[in-house]
């Protein structure tokens, strides 16, 4: 069985860090990009961040530049998205994804909620 769990949301003040893991079963996540993606309340999925299969590139919007960093550990079968100095514009639900095309988007997790109050 396949499946992607996020982990690691929470409610946090305006300045403070979270640290976010993905979780996959029935990967062979060493073949696949892996991508963080968030939902803000009322609007549509944006993408945050991407890892190559190697962990070798990475690449950041421009929201979160400076403040996030991506990881992942094929051996553990999880990735990471660190984020600091939030803001309440950070807050949204937060989403992993894996798949063969730059950023995944082949398979999703269901999330895991971040709120960051000013």
């Known amino acids: 069985q396949t499946q992607l769990v996020e982990s690691g949301g929470g409610f946090v003040q305006s300045g403070g860090s979270l640290n976010l893991t993905c979780t996959a079963s029935?990967?062979?996540?060493?073949?696949?990009?892996i991508g963080w993606f968030r939902r803000p309340p009322g609007k549509e999925r944006e993408r945050v961040s991407c890892?190559?299969?190697?962990?070798?590139?990475?690449y950041y919007e421009d929201s979160v530049k400076g403040r996030a960093t991506i990881s992942r550990d094929n051996t553990q079968k999880k990735a990471y998205l660190q984020l600091t100095n939030l803001k309440p514009e950070d807050t949204g639900v937060y989403l992993c994804?894996?798949?063969?095309?730059?950023?995944?988007?082949?398979?999703w997790g269901k999330g895991t909620l971040v709120n960051v109050s000013s």
């Open positions: 890892i190559s299969m190697s962990g070798a590139d990475a």
């Open positions: 994804t894996v798949g063969s095309n730059w950023c995944g988007m082949d398979w």
């Open positions: 029935g990967y062979a996540l060493s073949h696949f990009a």
